[in-house]
């Protein structure tokens, strides 16, 4: 029996993954660097900011102090909250699917974002009422697709909730290949959504959705095939 639904964030509720890339994009730029739109969803996409920025100066033959990266990090963040200002779509189907779910599951987040991040536009969209916690980039040591953030949910599941919760009572909803691998690493069931990604990119997830109005097409008969 299913108890938990966890979602990821960026780019499965909130379609913020356009507004990360420009203030990543802004801050390499002070760098003489560039970053394209193909190489961030293609390479970079489940990563959070740390492990982005890790990534990105080594495939630019670039080495960078740890201070100097949590230097990027805070640009980056700051470049973000300004941004957030403008219009963040929320995906289509989202509120409506949330509302089917609210007080038959828990509810959480799992995601590579930082927490605040999430929580500030939690609060903009009036969404925080559907979530029991948020576990971001700041929880974790590891990025997806390290079934970390996953783990640390369910262990908070278990500390709030329910002591006897499995993973796989758990199921996830990702929308990069990265998280799809974390969601199954943890011993979770998962349902690619492809806001960012073909479904055959998310081929491990044991359901693959073009949108959550597919999803309460089939509500709550989709968590029976699990």
Known sequence: MIKAVIFDFDGVIVDSEPLHLRAFQRT????????????????YLACDDKSFF??????????????????????????????????????????EFLEAIRGKFYVAIGSGALTEE????????????????VIGADDTENPKPSPEVYLKCLERLRIDYDSTITAAQCIVFE????????????????VGIT???SGEELGLADRVADSFS?????FPEVFKIF
């Open 28 to 43: 390499v730029e002070t760098l003489g660097l560039k970053l394209s739109t193909t190489d961030y969803y293609l390479r």
């Open 54 to 95: 890790r990534r990105f100066l080594e495939d630019n033959g670039q080495q960078c102090t740890e201070r100097e990266i949590a230097r990027l990090v805070r640009e980056k963040g700051i470049c973000f909250e300004e941004m957030i200002g403008e219009d963040i779509r929320i995906f289509p189907g989202v509120i």
């Open 118 to 133: 999430i929580n500030l536009i939690l609060r903009r969209k009036g969404l925080s009422e559907f979530f029991g916690f």
């Open 175 to 190: 929308d990069s290949p990265h998280g799809v691998l974390a969601a199954k690493r943890a011993g979770m069931r998962c």
């Open 195 to 197: 806001n960012s990604c």
């Open 214 to 218: 597919e999803i309460i097409d089939d």
